[in-house]
């Protein structure tokens, strides 16, 4: 079997950005928004660790369902909002 190799052809740009969709980068130990209720929360957790990790920043986040619905945190490193900022 013989692959055509094709020159000029430009790559589309990736969908998915490291978690821009979120304000990862925007925030502080303590942070938190409120997930919107179409998205699923798993998708957020994933996307706050890829950030994290992409950029090897040793961030921390957090998932938590509230009396509002779900919530996602920036922690510190020893995993709690808010202490030692």
Do not use: H
């Amino acid at each position: 079997m013989e692959i055509k190799i094709d020159e000029g052809i430009p790559c589309p740009y990736s969908v998915r950005v490291d978690g821009l969709n979120y304000p990862f980068r925007d925030m502080r130990i303590g942070d938190s928004f409120l997930i919107p209720e179409e998205t699923n929360p798993v998708n957020v957790r994933m996307a706050a660790f890829q950030f994290s990790r992409r950029g090897n920043l040793g961030w921390r986040f957090t998932v938590r369902k509230t009396k509002q619905g779900y919530r996602c945190w920036r922690m510190n490193n020893k995993g709690f909002a808010g202490i030692g900022k």
